[in-house]
Structure formats: structure tokens, C-alpha cells
């Protein structure tokens, strides 16, 4: 699937530009491939999803930017798999925690289990060039990311972004850019 390039929209209601301070740099939109870059280089992600009762559920991942799409794993039976088994959209936020400095990343849209055997094994190296081939389990010992992906233990999620936002606080410019990803937006329907 060729990747997508989307729309930028800058907001200047949430920026800098309407209170620009005397020396300070102009508030513009975030460039797309900033922002795929600091996506590719985030280490923990944020997932956002509902409950069947409609509460929301959020819990941090490690995730792999991969071919212009968002890659997430956890357990058959962990809540996030049981939320997107009933409601697929949700939202994997990242970036700093810093008030003067950096770019949180909001990525909005449908996940999708991955079950294309070739595409999970283009997963597996993305996370594994990202992260290093082992991870830890929750008892202390180490086990291959492939592994636990091949035998069932974990399921992947794919996110292809519908809607990205950006919020950057660089050397005191606050700006609030919003990605729109066209063709993606169609196919995920009238709820996105």
C-alpha cells in the first residue's frame, strides 16, 4: 500500500501566532515528516480506547512505526484487544512531558489485527530494529518479540492514521497542527 501523504491545517487559536512574543520565531505548522520522524524515534505510546460500558481505557505500548502506519501489540485477552474487538478506533498519543519544549503526537483511527503472515514478519523486524529482538515478560525472563507474535501469545494491531495532531512547545512557540489523511478518513466510514 503506497503511504499517504496528508493535508496540513495549522490552528491558530492554539498557537503562538496570536500572542507572538517580541524576538520569538513564527508559529507555522509542524512538517509531516517531522512528525513521522519523531514517531519513528518515540519509545512508549499512549493507547486510547472504550470499554463495552463506554469508560475510556489507556494504557502505554511500544509501538513501531512502519510504512506509514502505527503497530501495536499486546495479549488475546488484555482489555485494549477485547475494546478494539467490539470498537475498533482509538488514539495512541506520545511525545514529551515537558510544558516549554518538545511535540506530543496524537494519531487517530481503526485498528486492525494483523494476520497477513508477510506483513507480520515486516512488524517484527521494525520492532525489532527499534527496540532489539527480546523483550521483557512479566515473570523476569526474555523472549523474542518474533516469537511471542508467531506463537499466538500476543496479538498486532495496525492504526493507519485517519487524523494526526501535533502540539509543539519549541523555544516558547506553542503550535497546533492537525494531519489529515483523505483516502484513509473514506474507508474508516462516517464515525471518524
Not at 499517504?4 to 512574543?21: E, G, K, N, V, W
Not at 481505557?57 to 506509514?68: K, Y
Request: a negative charge.
Amino acid at each position: 500500500m503506497p503511504v499517504q501523504r496528508p493535508t496540513t491545517d495549522f490552528d491558530a487559536r492554539y498557537s503562538s501566532a496570536l500572542r507572538p512574543r517580541p524576538g520569538a520565531a513564527e508559529a507555522t505548522a509542524t512538517p509531516w515528516p517531522e512528525a513521522e520522524r519523531r514517531l519513528r524515534a518515540a519509545e512508549i505510546f499512549w493507547v486510547s480506547t472504550v470499554r463495552p460500558d463506554g469508560r475510556p481505557h489507556v494504557t502505554p505500548v511500544i509501538a513501531a512505526w512502519h510504512d506509514g502506519t502505527l503497530y501495536f501489540s499486546t495479549g488475546p485477552g488484555e482489555q485494549k484487544a477485547r475494546n478494539l474487538a467490539r470498537h475498533a478506533q482509538c488514539a495512541l498519543t506520545t511525545g514529551a512531558n515537558a510544558l516549554t519544549e518538545g511535540l506530543d503526537l496524537v494519531v487517530e483511527g481503526c485498528a486492525e489485527q494483523v494476520t497477513d503472515p508477510a506483513l507480520l514478519e515486516e512488524v517484527i523486524a521494525a520492532y525489532e530494529a527499534k527496540y532489539g529482538p527480546h523483550i521483557t515478560s512479566p515473570e523476569g525472563t526474555f523472549h523474542g518479540i518474533g516469537d511471542a507474535f508467531r506463537d499466538g501469545g500476543a496479538v498486532v494491531f495496525a492504526v493507519a492514521p485517519v487524523t494526526a495532531y501535533g502540539f509543539g512547545r519549541d523555544q516558547g512557540v506553542y503550535t497546533h497542527t492537525r494531519w489529515t489523511f483523505p483516502a484513509a478518513a473514506e474507508a474508516a466510514g462516517p464515525e471518524s
